[in-house]
């Protein structure tokens, strides 16, 4: 699948950008957070979600993976298709969805377009653990790009064989030994000597 796009800005809005790949211009639907970080851009990299429905392909894009990160749990929810998920992500940044979906803020998510109580509980209740899980213990100090590193370290682990919470426990450490910024690669490879 596609999983980001590199090219020449040739147009753009608050929705949506248009932009060169290989002589093929694509568009690709945007929230107004990505869209306020390409001000200035000529050339940008989005990372990408295909969005495929039995009428239509529709292309979503992201300035940074986390809120990719984001917006996939957001359509996972029943009743929350893109367009709603894109909303969130244009009121709130991907990190203020985290810590609203974590603290049981229902009162954030009340404040966005098409969002009303009972979705808003139902976003928090089905997203919850998932989020705690994926940041680990302590969800509230790890920081958020960290946690999408770890996440893609632990995927690869999984992928190879190893015990998902043997894993996670490794990388757990390894990210507080060794910074929340390290590539993805080397904490890979840390665990590896550990697992092994």
């Known amino acids: 699948m596609i999983s980001f796009i590199r090219g020449p800005l040739v147009s753009k809005s608050p929705t949506s950008v248009e ?5 093929i211009g694509y568009e690709i639907h945007i929230s107004l957070n990505t869209f306020s970080h390409l001000e200035s851009l000529k050339e940008i990299k989005l990372h990408t979600y295909l ?19 984001i917006f996939k749990h957001l359509i996972s929810v029943s009743g929350v298709g893109p367009n709603t998920a894109r ?10 969805v985290r810590m609203a979906i974590i603290s049981n803020n229902v009162a954030a998510f009340k404040k ?17 653990d998932k989020l705690v899980k994926d940041a680990g213990q302590n969800a509230g100090s790890t920081v958020f790009v960290s946690n999408t590193l770890q996440d893609e370290a632990l995927s690869a682990l999984l992928s190879l064989g190893f015990n998902k919470a043997k894993a996670n426990k490794v990388l757990q450490g390894l990210s ?9 690669e080397q904490l890979i490879k840390s665990a590896l000597k550990q697992l092994t």
Do not use: C, N, W
């Open 19 to 23: 932009i060169e790949a290989g002589g």
């Open 51 to 69: 969005h495929v429905k039995e009428d239509s392909h529709t292309l979503y894009g992201f300035f940074d993976t986390q809120e990719r990160f």
């Open 87 to 96: 909303v969130v992500l244009s009121s709130m940044t991907s990190e203020e």
């Open 112 to 128: 966005v377009k098409g969002i009303g109580p009972k979705s808003a509980q139902r976003i928090i209740l089905d997203l919850k």
């Open 176 to 184: 507080k030994e060794l910074g929340s910024d390290t590539p993805v």
